[in-house]
């Protein structure tokens, strides 16, 4: 089949900037990367056919400016351009101006990701296509009087989200109507300086509930595909870290409703190309609407180890207009698979992002093991962006044995020079709870608060440096070079048996 | 030889004898076997638990990678705080981390030992000083800026010799 584009341009950087290429390379797609003076010589850039510099390391004058992405665009002759996630990925006016400069933007239109960014518009569009939406309030009246009288009509504890915005920033839990006027005043002035506007949403708050998103994929001939659900309750600081599919909470019926609400959902959007439907799923088995990704997601790699399918093929094919390939029928899903997100960010340290040089990595490797990545030895990890490393993700017939490759795979990676919260995925893997598949967005906090990794090495390791150190310093050469014998160590045995 | 890690202090002593190392970590000694396993990389067995041992060298940092976890360790000489470099007079980050102050500007008169700026890195400050006496030249670092270790960051000359 001949490729659905001849050029395309990925306006992000770091691992799915790569992952974008591979597909291209696989569809005969020539490619252009982009890069910021921070990412010069950085691991997406050596990947693409060709390159373009878009500016400053600073996100606001680089990969957040739709003009020099446009520019780039022009530079090279590329047909479409691929936003990644991130960055301008759900911004209505970048997928505009691309249309508007004769190009193919891969996603849906402007107009579905301004809807989806108004959190208040998208729940009365969701409510009106028949998709679940959690008891609240989405109306226009934000008087204190008003918003009370709403609160105690939707039970507490509530939850306040402000109508634009997102990223968790301006939310807040209100367990009694006491407290709702001053929580209502900080909502109200967060939610002004991040997004603008001050119009708030109120929600039921629902303890101990799991994150559930179904992915769907939709063509311009009015098909939309669900290819199964991603359970994503695992989060810090409403960030995920781990992901997996399907989910150890569903029935198959359940499954099956979830996955269907997620296609009423995209079809309520008039929805194009790969998006994920978020739902809230509560302890009693029901679900509701959360929001709508209208992008690749992050964690996409599971649902590719589930299905065999190349989603990101998938959205470029849609993009140029054609059809899907298949139909929902076709879509089979096989065994389990877990993601772990790697980021150089400090778990000791509020999470903080870990800027510095990657001095060594080890990658792990083996039967279902996948890994994504944006790194090399060398690559800086800056403060710049989005300290995500490398997307570690184990495939097996069964969740038992995907968590086994997980643990095994994680416990073969190593990397130096970032800190990294690789000691908190393999507690996480490594907890009888996520064996056991009790998952919650609380889990973090409920398991692991008192996990810490030691600040300091212990005296064995700080022995094996030292001794390491003296070793390599001795190695110039003469009697000392030989390292020292590990059958020495062995006590009383000799080979070959004839003491 | 000293190693620090963040207010923790290490004193280690190395001997090898017999093919094995005797190591006293603080007081407390150890033996084990160790073999080189490629660059960055070595074997170490103790009271017959192999293991293995990460580890680069970053300026004046130590990077090591041992059971899951990343450490950094500083090598914790007598002038482990003190420029590299001294006969240029540039001062040079020993370390990667955010300039969290910088407290002298060009054409200023400096001593031996005053402190130019705050380097922070591993959770802590550390003051960068003067290496000797004289009237600052350049500065090279803006306050919050990150920089990488061998970065210069202030230069440093003899009174008087403004080009």
Redesign the interface.
Known sequence: MTPPFRKLLVANRGEIAVRVFRTCRAMGIATVAVYSEADRGARHVREADESVAIGPAEALRSYLSIEAMLRAARETGAEAIHPGYGFLSQSGDFADAVRDAGLVFVGPPGDVHRLMGDKQAARRRMAAGGVPVLPGYDGDAQDDGRLLAEAERIGWPVLLKPARGGGGKGMRVVRRAEDLASALAASRREARAAFGTETLLLERFIERSRHVEVQVVADAHGAVLQLGERECSIQRRHQKIVEETPSPALSPPQRLELCEAGVAAARAASYLGAGTVEFLLAPDGRFYFLEMNTRLQVEHPVTEAVTGLDLVRLQLEVAAGRALPLAQEQVESRGHAIECRLYAEDPD?DDLPS???V??L?EPEGPGIRVDSGLQVGS?V??HYDPLLSKIVAWGRDRSEAAARMRAA??QT???????N??RL?AIVEHPAFAAGELHTGFIEEHLHELR????????????????????KN?GGGA?RK????W??LGPWRLGGSA | ?R?R??E?L?E?E?R?A????E?V??G?P?R?????AGE?R?????A?QP?T????R?GGT????????????LEAREDARRPTRHDTGALEAPM?GRVSAVKVAVGQRVTKGEELLIVEAM?MENALRAPRDGVVRAVHAREGE?V?PGRALVEIGDPGDRE
């Open positions: 340290q800027p510095g040089r001095l060594h080890s800086e800056t403060v994680l416990r190593v990397v130096l020079g970032v800190v990294t690789l000691a393999r990794p030691p600040a300091c090495p212990p005296a064995l390791a700080i022995a094996a440096l030292a001794a390491t150190l003296r070793l390599g190695g000392r390292a020292p014998d590990p020495a160590s | 030889m190693l890690c963040g923790e290490f280690v190395v090898e017999k093919g094995e190392w190591v970590v603080n407390q150890l084990l076997s160790l073999r080189s960055g070595s074997i170490v067995e103790h017959g293991a041992l990460h580890f680069a970053e130590l990077h090591l990678f041992w059971d899951g976890v990343a450490y950094r360790l990667p959770k990150m990488a």
